[in-house]
Each structure stands twice: as C-alpha cells, then as structure tokens.
C-alpha cells in the first residue's frame, strides 16, 4: 500500500499535467482567434478585388447591342470572380470553426493549398510572390491544427519582407519522413534569434508576442514532427518541417 503522501503527490501531479494540457488547448485557441482576426481584414481586402470585377460586367451587361458572344464572356467571367470569392471565403470559414480533437489522415498538399488561399490575400498586401511544389504525400494529424501552424509560420516568413520579396513552399517524401519546407527572402536571423524561434513572448518584431510562432512549434512536436531553421541575416530564412510519413500501420484517433 502507498503511503498517504506519495498518493497525495501522484493526484497532485497528475492535476498539474492536466493543468498543463488545458492550457496548452486555451493557448492555442487564443493564439487561433487572433490570426483569425488579422485574416479576416486581408480577406474582406481580398474579396473586395473579384467583387469590383463583377461588378464591372455587371455594368457592361446593360450596354445595348451587346452580341451574344459578349455577353456569355461576360458571364462567364462574373462566375469565375464569384467562384474565387466563395473559395476565399470557405477556406477562410472552414479555418475559423472550433476544430475537433481528434486525428485525420492529412493530404499535406490539400491542406498546404488551403492554407496559402487563406494567406494569399496577405501576400498580395505585402507584393509577396509565392511559389510552390508540394508532392502527394499522407500524415496523421488534427487538420485544423495543421492549418494553423502553418498560417502562423508562412505568416511569420512574410512579416520577415516588410518590403516585399519570394516566398518558396515545398514539400518531398524522404524514406518514411514528410519534408515541407518553407524559404523566404527576408531580414534573416541571427544565431541568437534562431535559438529561441519559439519562445513566448520573443519576437523579432516591435509588436509581435512570440505565441504565434510558439504554437506552432507545439503543433509540431505533437504531432512528432522537428523543425530546423537555416537563416542569413538581410537573406532570408528556410524551415524545414519534418513529420512522419502515414502508413497503414499508423494509428489514428477517432
């Protein structure tokens, strides 16, 4: 029999790690509800531009003696601008729901896709020009969370070019491993600065808080990933976000 102490030290730690876990789900949320916020103004932004081109045809919908012929261009191209909008705005939608805890089996290049859709009004704020080449590759992971460490960190990449710049996305199928890798043109860090990637409350920024970039580093260990930053300062920063690769073997939560 244990003796009353050592009990009452058992359910005292195990109240803390459950402490720790909920705070770590409050944090994470928290930190989700601000990058929501900040989305929403570049996208109302965003959806403004397809809206104004309908709009416009619209307009030259009413010209008499239109011919046939210009008036289905026209109409085609309203559809096309109204698609874009809608696609902007589920994607966005679909990132702001509460996200369930539970394991999916992640298309890391549908998920990247959407995520550089929410992240591309940003871009286009900040004449930030994304390339990217993503192989077909499976993980295991909350979706919504993924979505998230990754808004955060491209985020944090495009903060890094407050005068425009490149941003290259990738990812590759290395043995059992998922590489995706993301490379700015940016200020760069310093060996300091790299180190403590991660730390709350750090930033390179004058108002950044440093939650940003340490929830999503927490997203990563969680799902039993690692990250490594290679950095020159005034050239740029490459990530590289490792996770294991999904097999049939892999165990999921549901």
Avoid: W
């Avoid at 409350?201 to 939650?211: D, E, I, P, Q, V």
């Amino acid at each position: 029999v244990l003796p009353t102490t050592l009990m009452l030290f058992i359910v005292y730690i195990n109240e803390v790690i459950k402490d720790a876990v909920l705070m770590r789900s409050k944090l994470i949320k928290m930190e989700k509800m601000e990058i929501v916020s900040q989305l929403a103004a570049s996208i109302s932004h965003e959806v403004r531009n397809p809206l104004t081109v309908v709009k416009g045809f619209t307009q030259l919908l009413k010209t008499q003696n239109l011919t046939p012929e210009s008036r289905d261009e026209y109409i085609k191209h309203i559809l096309e601008e109204l698609n874009r909008a809608q696609e902007i705005i589920d994607d966005y939608l679909t990132f702001a729901k509460p996200a369930p805890e539970k394991l999916d089996q992640i298309s890391v290049k549908q998920e990247l896709n959407r995520v550089i859709n929410m992240i591309l009004p940003l871009c286009n704020m900040n004449t930030i020009h994304i390339t990217q080449d993503f192989s077909e590759a499976t993980i295991v992971g909350n979706k919504q969370h993924f979505q998230q460490c990754f808004l955060n960190l491209i985020k944090n990449s495009i903060e890094a070019m407050p005068n425009g710049g490149t941003l290259n996305i990738s990812s590759s199928i290395n043995n059992s491993k998922v590489e995706i890798r993301i490379e700015d043109s940016g200020v760069g860090m310093s060996q300091e600065q790299i180190h403590r990637f991660g730390e709350p409350y750090f930033s390179t920024k004058t108002k950044g808080t440093g939650l940003g970039t340490m929830v999503a580093v927490k997203i990563i260990e969680t799902m039993h990933g690692s990250l490594k930053i290679r950095s020159i300062v005034s050239k740029g920063t490459t990530l590289t976000i490792t996770f294991p690769k999904y097999s049939e073997n892999t165990h999921l939560n549901k």
